[in-house]
């Protein structure tokens, strides 16, 4: 669901722009160097226009830093439920922008996680295993342990991704009843190729693990919700509806206000942010190796990132003549001192910095 937002006129600017600095000097530094979620509503206090600015300042909320940000530079800043989030999932979080997979998948992890923590067996199905079982084109991996197999959980929810719109459904295994959730309104139609799906997808889940007990005889609902009015808020009415659904306070689902939605986003955004991730163990642009490649540090945070166009081209084709490297994420502020502190004392650096040379360069 990326998106590239800059026009041609743009990109040739920025070429422009990083050849022209292909011959500057490079500086780096040598150093070895929610409330239970779902459950209580979230206060978000509204953030003060000035906080929505590039320099930022060490107390400025993180969320309010990237959504300052001019466009998506594609950097992980967080990692949720083993999921890296990038700075581009934050920012589709803000007004009148489509969510990406990425922050239904890990914020919907979260919502199971402290639901299975209250005793419930909660299973979630990431928005491509859920809307391969719906159009039947999924493929049942083998299971080693018979003993316990998916379908003896409580829940399993997950998002049904249906021409370019995101749809929830919930199935109340014990129940034996599909809960099919679309933020636009239900159709008969649709309900009924979702029934026909999943008991196909039930049967041959059996007969894969070899489960000998009967096949449930499924029905499918849908709960009264208010309707989306837009292009871009069906991604957070889902993630309402789970967290409603799942919390068993249903009857709010019927007034929904726009302001709900903001409150929605934001309270989302911050909650993937507490995973906050400082990466250090590889680069932290491409979050891969960086062991034995070429690599140039950030003299603020001190982390070694590739010295590769990808990973730094952006980054030092804003930096001034005799002017440190510093990474997108210190250039506004987005670590405070007392996090850097904290995360170089844990996570001590001792990769070296090879060249001054720009990437590409021979």
Partial sequence: MDTCRDGEADMNENLTKVTSTMNKKVHTIEDDGITKLGINKIE??????????ADG???????????????DFYIPVAK????LVMDEDIRSLRDKEC????????????????????????????QTQMTNIINCS??????SDCSESDFDAD??????????????????????ILYFYNPCGER??????????WRKYEKDYR????????????????TPHTNQKDAFNCGVFCLMFAEKHLSGDLKCLMTVTSADLKHMRKAVALKLMEGKVFLTECCPKCAKSIEGDESIKCSTCRRSFHFKPFCIEEDLADIKEAEHFKCRLCRINFWNEEESHYNLRKHPLKISTRNKRRPGQR
């Avoid at 999924?138 to 299971?143: D, G, S, T």
């Avoid at 991704?161 to 034996?176: F, N």
Wanted: hydrophobic content about 35%; some cysteine.
């Fill in 44 to 53: 978000v206090t509204a953030a003060s226009p000035n906080s929505f600015c």
């Fill in 57 to 71: 300042n060490e107390n400025t909320n993180p969320v309010e830093l990237l959504w300052s940000l001019g466009k």
């Fill in 80 to 83: 949720v439920c083993g999921k």
């Fill in 99 to 126: 969510l990406t997979d990425r922050v239904l998948d890990c914020y919907l992890s979260q919502l199971v996680t402290v639901h299975n923590g209250l005793g419930r067996k909660v299973i979630y199905y990431n």
């Fill in 138 to 143: 999924y493929q049942i991996p083998e299971v």
């Fill in 155 to 176: 829940v399993i929810l997950g998002i049904y991704h249906r021409y370019y719109h995101w749809t929830l459904l919930i199935v109340e295994v014990k129940k034996e």
């Fill in 188 to 197: 008969k139609t649709e309900m009924r190729k979702i029934l026909s799906s």
């Fill in 207 to 222: 007969e894969k693990v070899n489960i000998q007990t009967k096949v449930s005889d499924w029905r499918i609902t849908s």
